[in-house]
């Protein structure tokens, strides 16, 4: 509903996208099993992104260089460049670009390895809404009641998405509280007897050296 009619439909292209959309799921899936198995070590999110890269570096490079390849190499901005200033900007847009792919990609990790897939999913929708609100703001694009209608029921999935996380954490804090407490006085009951049995020997110890 938020995005009917802003493209012409494509079967072939609405598959595909399907497909990714289900890949990443999955990938989200494992990245959070395995970011949030303390025996593997990769909490930290560099450390996973050390592991990851490189084979996602080789399962995209053969493509970029098939689909790309011959269009970059050819181009003057960049290796055929005449103008040595103008190669400069273009490897610092680059370069800029690399530095905010690899912080998005580390606030990825640090999110899925102390929360879930579901919540990086909801932020994902959230970051869309932004884009599309600065589109609308900035670009001055349409928006049909209909899309509008589809970005209030987003906006109320997500209030209700964080509304029940609070909650639930809320219920998990509690709970450990109370257990916490009843060790607690389980403790008590345990070491105090001990504790005055002790004392007590202590002191019988004590009256008979003085006599």
Request: glycine share 6%.
């Amino acid at each position: 509903m938020f995005v009917y009619h802003s493209t012409q439909f494509n079967l072939m292209g609405f598959l595909l996208v399907l497909g990714a959309s289900c890949l990443s799921g999955v990938r989200w899936c494992l990245s959070q099993m395995i970011t949030q198995k303390s025996e593997l070590g990769l909490q930290n999110p560099i450390d996973m992104i050390y592991h990851i890269q490189p084979w996602m570096i080789v399962g995209l490079m053969p493509l970029s260089i098939y689909f790309e390849g011959t269009t970059l190499g050819a181009t003057e901005q960049f290796f055929r460049y005449s103008d040595l200033r103008q190669l400069a900007s273009n490897c610092g847009l680059v370069l800029l670009g690399a530095v905010l792919a690899f912080l998005l990609e580390s606030s990825e990790y640090l999110l899925i390895s102390t929360t879930s897939s579901l919540t990086l999913s909801v932020a994902g929708i959230f970051k869309e809404l932004c884009t599309i609100y600065l589109a609308v703001k900035i670009n001055h694009n349409e928006l049909t009641p209909l899309n509008t209608v589809g970005f209030v029921l987003c906006l109320l999935g997500i209030t209700v998405h964080v509304v029940l996380k609070a909650l639930d954490n809320r219920d998990e804090n509690s709970s450990s509280s109370s257990s916490s407490y009843a060790g607690l006085s389980t403790r008590e009951d345990t070491t105090l007897p001990l504790m005055m049995k002790a004392f007590d020997d202590t002191s019988s110890n004590e009256e008979e050296d003085f006599v």
